[in-house]
């Protein structure tokens, strides 16, 4: 099967299309997944302004959310049916769109609710083909976190790897997944990965940047030890897992408190601290569950200052890969990651991971939005896969 993954993160700069071929083999316990290609589209500037503008902590309208979910969800179906088009050669059989995440509704520690953006039916009106979408609403439904939801497809790609292995990912967020020998499997998120970062770049560049292109800011700066100790203060980061979080905590807002009574930084060094605040919280969240490998992937492994202190504050023996190197490049491996999740869905099998999202036990996530044609559902597997292979088949 052809499946499309669609994606924006927490950093919602663009949206990316994954596109892969998909089979069951080995009985149902193999999952293969064979890459066709990757896409990526960044929004339109009015709409990553009207975003932007409507993110917590900022007040925002129904009319407000009414014209982001339509346009974000016309974002994507252009995004997919050029996927289908140049990747899959028209012959895409379902899309699996994980939508914009404009909240995260979090109370001592416990979700609550979620709310992804971009309606899946522009998806499947432009394309003409079924589309899975609202993935996480239903592992919080089931007492879950609903994040990081991709920590099944970690699962199942770290399945067999040597030691301890972890699957990092560094969006605007930052999540692992870590898969010991024995015991159950762990996810959370670890913090800010980009978000803070990305904050700074645009207050000091007054929105002419959004991101610290290549980590040169970062690079030419010095850490401030005391705005870093004050930072790492933040409770978020004590809490047990599973837990999550998102802008609602990680804003412009929280970095303007924690700079308060602090004398004026130049930006490389606020890049610096913020650079090393991400990889000191990510390495102490991996310290304790003793990982003998980290494949990371997302936006951040584009940041070499970053990639450089996560190394620094790592272990001395624990690798660090980018997740290409299993197949998945860095920049779309959670696209890849809800094709599988669409996939899973279509044929009536769990897309979460209980012991990893907290939730009460596997459940098919998502709903789905029927395209031009009759909707016709696969056979249900007898059984879920346990692992993903990635490439044609040796």
Same mark, same amino acid.
């Given at each position: 099967?052809?499946v499309?993954?669609l994606?924006?993160?927490?950093?919602?700069?663009?949206?990316?299309?994954?596109?892969?071929?998909l089979?069951?083999? $080995?009985?149902?316990?193999?999952?293969r997944?064979?890459?066709?290609?990757?896409?990526?589209?960044?929004?339109?500037?009015?709409?990553r $302004?009207?975003? %932007? %503008?409507?993110?917590?902590?900022?007040?925002?309208?129904l /009319?407000?959310?009414?014209?982001?979910?339509?346009r974000?969800?016309?974002?994507?179906?252009?995004?997919?049916?050029?996927?289908?088009? $140049?990747?899959?050669?028209?012959?895409?059989?379902?899309?699996?769109?994980?939508?914009?995440?404009?909240?995260h509704?979090?109370?001592a520690?416990? #979700?609550?609710?979620?709310?992804?953006?971009?309606?899946?039916?522009?998806?499947?009106?432009?394309?003409g083909?079924p589309?899975?979408?609202?993935?996480? &609403? +239903? $592992?919080?439904?089931?007492?879950?976190?609903?994040?990081?939801?991709?920590?099944?497809v970690d699962?199942m790609?770290?399945r067999g790897?040597?030691?301890?292995?972890?699957?990092?990912?560094?969006?605007?967020?930052?999540?692992?997944?870590?898969?010991? &020998?024995?015991?159950? &499997?762990v996810?959370f998120d670890?913090g &800010?990965?980009?978000?803070?970062?990305?904050a700074a770049?645009?207050e000091?560049?007054?929105?002419?940047l959004?991101?610290?292109?290549?980590?040169?800011? /970062?690079?030419?700066?010095?850490?401030? =030890?005391?705005?870093?100790?004050?930072?790492?203060?933040?409770?978020?980061?004590?809490?047990?897992?599973?837990k999550?979080?998102?802008?609602e905590?990680?804003?412009?807002?929280?970095?303007?408190?924690?700079?308060?009574? !602090? /004398?004026?930084?130049?930006?490389?060094?606020?890049?610096a601290?913020? %650079?090393?605040?991400?990889?000191?919280?990510?390495?102490d969240?991996?310290?304790?569950l003793? #990982?003998?490998?980290?494949?990371?992937?997302?936006?951040?492994?584009?940041?070499?200052?970053?990639?450089?202190?996560? +190394?620094?504050e790592l272990?001395?023996?624990?690798?660090?890969?980018?997740?290409?190197?299993?197949?998945?490049?860095?920049?779309?491996? =959670?696209?890849?990651?809800?094709?599988?999740?669409?996939?899973l869905?279509?044929?009536?099998?769990?897309?979460?991971?209980?012991? !990893?999202?907290?939730?009460?036990?596997?459940?098919v996530?998502g709903?789905?939005?029927?395209?031009?044609?009759?909707? +016709?559902?696969?056979?249900?597997?007898? +059984?879920?896969?346990?692992?993903?292979?990635?490439?044609?088949?040796?």
């Amino acid at each position: 099967m052809n499946v499309i993954g669609l994606m924006s993160g927490t950093s919602y700069d663009a949206v990316d299309a994954a596109a892969a071929h998909l089979t069951l083999e $080995d009985g149902g316990e193999t999952l293969r997944l064979l890459p066709l290609g990757t896409l990526s589209t960044p929004y339109e500037p009015a709409l990553r $302004d009207a975003l %932007a %503008a409507a993110l917590p902590p900022a007040p925002t309208t129904l /009319a407000d959310v009414c014209l982001l979910d339509t346009r974000i969800g016309q974002a994507f179906a252009a995004l997919a049916a050029r996927a289908d088009r $140049d990747l899959c050669a028209g012959r895409a059989e379902l899309i699996a769109s994980h939508g914009q995440t404009v909240y995260h509704w979090t109370s001592a520690g416990q #979700v609550h609710g979620t709310l992804q953006l971009g309606s899946p039916a522009w998806i499947a009106e432009t394309t003409g083909r079924p589309v899975v979408a609202d993935f996480r &609403p +239903r $592992d919080i439904a089931a007492g879950g976190q609903g994040a990081p939801l991709v920590s099944l497809v970690d699962l199942m790609l770290l399945r067999g790897r040597p030691g301890t292995p972890a699957a990092l990912n560094i969006g605007g967020i930052a999540n692992l997944t870590a898969a010991p &020998p024995a015991g159950p &499997p762990v996810a959370f998120d670890t913090g &800010p990965g980009n978000a803070l970062m990305d904050a700074a770049v645009r207050e000091a560049t007054g929105g002419r940047l959004a991101y610290d292109e290549d980590g040169a800011l /970062a690079a030419a700066g010095r850490v401030h =030890e005391p705005l870093l100790r004050r930072l790492l203060a933040e409770p978020y980061y004590r809490l047990p897992a599973p837990k999550t979080t998102g802008k609602e905590l990680f804003h412009a807002g929280h970095l303007r408190t924690a700079l308060a009574g !602090c /004398a004026a930084l130049p930006p490389q060094d606020l890049l610096a601290t913020l %650079a090393r605040l991400t990889a000191r919280t990510v390495a102490d969240a991996l310290r304790p569950l003793r #990982v003998t490998e980290v494949i990371a992937s997302g936006g951040g492994t584009r940041n070499p200052a970053l990639m450089a202190m996560l +190394r620094e504050e790592l272990p001395a023996r624990t690798a660090l890969l980018d997740s290409a190197a299993l197949g998945l490049p860095a920049a779309a491996k =959670e696209a890849y990651a809800f094709a599988v999740l669409g996939f899973l869905t279509l044929h009536g099998l769990p897309g979460n991971a209980p012991a !990893c999202t907290g939730a009460l036990g596997p459940r098919v996530l998502g709903s789905l939005t029927p395209g031009h044609g009759p909707l +016709r559902l696969p056979p249900r597997p007898s +059984r879920p896969p346990l692992r993903l292979a990635v490439g044609p088949r040796p």
